[in-house]
Every structure is written in C-alpha cells, then in structure tokens.
C-alpha cells in the first residue's frame, strides 16, 4: 500500500466520525435557529456560547494542537517508556493550568463580554450575555482537556474516537433544544434578554455536552496502552522545550484570536438595532460552521493522519519525504473544496430553507445566504494555509508560523474594519465574509513559498496542472448542473422544506455525477481517490 492510500485510510475513519457528527450538528443548528432565529437574542447567546472556545483556543489551544502531537510522536519513539511518564506529565500540567484559569474567567465574565459586543446592545441584553457566559465558561477547562486526551490518542494512531465523540455533545444538545421549544416555544428574534429560566437550561446544557465529549474518550487511553497518574516532577522532564516551541504559538493564536474578536465585535454591531433583522454573528457562525464541514471531514483528517509522518521525516531530516507526504495532501484537499466552493451559489438558498428555515429564523432565512456563498473562496484559500502549517510545525518551526499569522490577521482586521464601515446592517457578515477570504488568500500565498523555499520545492508544476485539469473539469460540472436550475420547471424557486431537499438533492446529484464522469476521463485521481475511498469505507 502506497503512502497516500494509507493516509486517504486513516483519513476515511476520521471523516466518517466527522461526517456523522456534523450530521447530528445540522440538526443542533436547526433548533437553534427555530429557537432562537437569528437576530439579536439568537447573538446573545452564540458569543456567550463562543467565548469559551475563543479563550480556550487562545489560553492553551494552539500549544496542545500544534506542539505536542510532534513532541508526544518524539517521546513515544525515543523515550525508555515509550512516552508514558512525558504525557502524564503533559496532561496534569495543562489540566492544572486550565482549572484555574476557567475560575479566573468566570469571576471576570462582564470584562471579556465588553470585548466582544457592541457597545450599542442594550442593558438587558448585555446582562445577559454575561450570565449565559458564566453558564457557558466551564467549557474552557473540559475543551482543553478533550483536545489533549484526543492528540494523546492521535498520536498512538488511535484517530477515531477524537472524530466520533462531538456526537455526545450534539445528542445533549439536541435535547436540551428540544425542551426548549416545548417548554418555552419560539422566542421573539429582536426580543434580546434571556428570562424565565431561559439562560439556565440552554447555557447549562450546552457546557454538559462538552463534558460529555471528553467523557467519550477516556476508555479509549487504555486501549491505546496510555496509563496516566497526576506528575508534578516537571524539571528535567522535556517539557521545557514544548513550552518554548509553544511560545511561538502562544503568540501565534493571540494574533489569530485578536483577529477574531474584532470580526466578534463587528458582527455584533449587525444586530445591535433591535427594530429590525441586520446579519449578525449567528449568520456568520452558523455559515461559517456549515463551510467548515468539508474542512472538517477531509481536511482535518487529512492533516491529522499525515501530521506524525512529517514529524517522523522532519526528525531524520528528510525534507523530500515532508514534501512527498505533503504536496499530494494537498492536492487531495483542494480536490474537494474547490469543487464544493464552486457549487455553493447554486444551492446556498435551498440549503439554507433546509438548515434554518424554521420557527424564529423561519422569516428572515435569506440572511444566510449571501454569506454562506462568499465563504467559499476564503475554504480554498484557508485549506491551502492549514495544510502548509503543518509542514512547518512538524519542523518545529512555530516562530515562522507566527510571523505569516500576523500577516493573515492584519489583512482580516483591516480588510473587515474598512467593509464593515461601507456596509449596511444586512451586509455586515458578507462584508466579513469577505474579509476573511482576503486574509486567508495572503496566508496561502505566504506559507506556500516560504515552506516550499525550505523544502526545496512542493512540486509547483505538478499542482499548477492539477488545478488546470480540476477547474476545466468543475466548470463543465458547475455548467450542467445551472442548466439544470433553468430549464428544469420549478428548480429556480424554494418550496419549503421538502422543495429544498429536492433542489439541493437534484444539482448535487447532477453537478458531482457530471464532475467524477469528466475526472476519471481526465484521470484527476486526486478527487477519485477520495471518493473511492470514501464509498468503501461507508460501504462498511
């Protein structure tokens, strides 16, 4: 078995634990919005909700993610116990570090809720915000440790169960939506302040599914061989070297999460005028998560099964062997975004009556849609960067990662700034959208010449030609399936839920029909691996 086919394996597993959990994570996003619709009262508690992820990512995220795959991959191979005494130590350090810093949070909600809302929100809406935050918080210390417990099981090979156990979170979720409505049925969208109850059961529940995420995985260390014991003898220990490789990333995420709480904070301002349904950050989250879906069930897998390799090649100093394994990732990814991207202005509408068109949301769903198609461009553009850096993590070089992330967050802080300003209340997410496909198009840029000038080279030739090929093939994919739309009675216009399923149904079937017809003919394996793969592993 080649290299590629093993990793398009791993892969496979992983995506399809992604996909189910994506699957159950459309639903979640369906009762949200018939909740909770999408306005200012459905914001009120999405930032509240996000700012945990936010600060976790910022706190620790980036060093667990990006640093200690490579360093745990290095102690299992060279350390006399095979990397047991190094990750225990890992893991009581960064547990220790995460609960005091979720209590120190808690006790500073109302300061960090100032950071990311408008300071045009009302009062009660505020107030609320930072109660549902306090609700909500909790999830910085149980993110944190679900993210490390899965890199430990990544790094033994163990890719599944990280993939499949956000379903837990999901089916909590559902629930709790579900009581929701019935106890207190649809909310009035501009209505902004949680009462009655309200707060606590959505804002608890949603911290009891993160809880229940990390639950998932503490069978699996056993079965990994991974036996674990709190360890404070951290001198001495090789730890030394993760923090100062984390450092660099520290920095790396600050950049990012800056970034973002300015895109948070600008978004807000979309629904600040409760008289009436201007985009704000639920449109841009939710689109948002909806085109991160084919990131998550490819890309990530991707990455995460083909990051211990090029750990192993950057430790022998086998720079071809980092670009063998990585060029052709790549080229497999952008085998799917592209194709996916360029589909997305013929079913943006129909898929977002299916998605959101529902109780609250149900008036106002056509909010979603200039913002889910101008995601598009900024997936492929962000692809390309994510895969890139992870060549350079594995060659641990985390300071360049740091310098190219200011340069894609100083493009997203300006360019969302300058098009928020130009835009009205309904083109605040696109506007943003916008801008983050402008940040992600200098990151691509720069981490592909930078990594490919280190590596001596990423086969450029045969990516131009690959990219050649895919788009003659996705033009006449994309052509067909408009045909389609125009001619055929019916398939231009929405006709609720069951109308919907059916457009997005007929242009998927006919656009990704037309599309492997043309690249088996033109013998594009990049994209018919991957659905063979694919078709296999569900066959299972």
């Known amino acids: 078995m080649s290299e590629q086919q093993s990793v398009l394996r791993s892969s496979a597993v992983m995506a399809a634990g992604t996909l189910v959990s994506r699957a159950s994570g459309f639903v979640r996003s369906a009762l949200l919005a018939a909740a909770l619709g999408n306005a200012i009262h459905a914001d009120v508690f999405n ?17 667990v993610n990006a640093v200690l795959v490579p360093q745990l991959v290095r102690s299992l191979k060279n350390d006399p116990d095979g990397g047991e005494a190094y990750t225990s130590r890992v893991i009581t350090l960064v547990g220790v570090f995460l609960a005091a810093v979720t209590v120190v949070l808690m006790l500073t909600a109302q300061w960090w809720m100032r950071i990311f809302v408008s300071n045009s929100w009302s009062a009660a809406s505020y107030d609320s915000a930072v109660t549902l935050a306090r609700y909500c918080l909790p999830q910085v210390f149980f993110y944190g440790m679900f993210v490390l417990v899965g890199q430990v099981l990544n790094s033994r090979r163990y890719f599944g169960p990280m993939m499949w156990a956000p379903i837990a979170n999901n089916v909590i979720s559902v629930a709790v939506l579900i009581t929701y409505l019935v106890v207190f049925g649809p909310d009035d969208p501009l209505h902004g302040a949680f009462t009655g109850g309200r707060g606590l059961l959505i804002g608890v529940g949603s911290t009891l599914g993160i809880v229940a995420q990390l639950l998932v995985l503490v069978p699996y260390l056993r079965a990994a ?18 923090l100062r490789l984390g450092g660099w990333t520290v920095l790396f995420v600050i950049a990012n999460q800056i970034a973002y709480a300015v895109v948070v904070h600008l978004a807000s301002t979309g629904t600040a005028d409760r ?59 952008l085998a799917v975004m592209i194709p996916f991207a360029a589909f997305l202005p013929l079913v943006a509408s129909p898929a977002a009556h299916v998605l959101w068109g529902y109780g609250a ?72 959208a916008i801008a983050y496909g402008l940040s992600y198009a200098v990151g691509a840029l720069v981490s592909y010449l930078t990594l490919s000038h280190r590596l ?33 009675p019916g398939m231009s216009d929405t ?34 691996d991957v659905v063979d793969t694919m078709t296999r592993r569900l066959g299972r």
């Open 47 to 63: 930032i509240a909700n996000t700012i945990p992820n936010m600060l976790y990512i910022l706190l620790a995220g980036g060093v």
């Open 225 to 242: 061989g991974v036996s674990l014991r709190p360890r404070f003898d951290l001198r001495n220990s090789g730890l030394g070297h993760t």
């Open 275 to 333: 008289t009436s349904t201007g985009t704000g950050y639920t449109v841009y989250g939710q689109t948002f998560l909806i085109i991160m879906v084919p990131h998550a069930i490819v890309t990530v897998s991707l990455a995460t099964a083909i990051l211990p390799r090029m750990s192993s090649y950057a430790e022998a100093g086998d720079r071809r062997g980092l670009a063998g394994t990585l060029a052709p990732t790549l080229r497999t990814a």
């Open 361 to 432: 949301a149900r008036a106002d769903v056509q909010n979603y849609v200039p913002t889910l198609v101008l995601f598009g461009p900024g997936l492929v553009f962000f692809t390309v960067h994510y895969l890139l850096l992870r060549g350079f993590y594995a060659r641990e070089e985390n300071r360049v990662v740091f310098y190219i992330q200011c340069a894609v967050a100083a493009t997203n802080i300006v360019a969302a700034l300058v098009l928020v300003s130009l835009a009205s209340d309904k083109q605040t997410t696109p506007a943003l």
């Open 456 to 488: 001596g080279g990423l086969t450029t030739r045969t990516l131009l030609r690959f990219l050649v090929r895919l788009a003659l093939a996705v033009v006449a994919a994309v052509a067909v399936a408009l045909a389609v739309v125009l001619v055929v």
């Open 495 to 528: 006709y609720g839920l069951a109308g919907s399923l059916v457009q997005c149904a007929v242009v998927g079937a006919v656009g990704l029909g037309v599309l492997l017809v043309v690249a088996r003919a033109m013998r594009i394996t990049e994209l018919t």
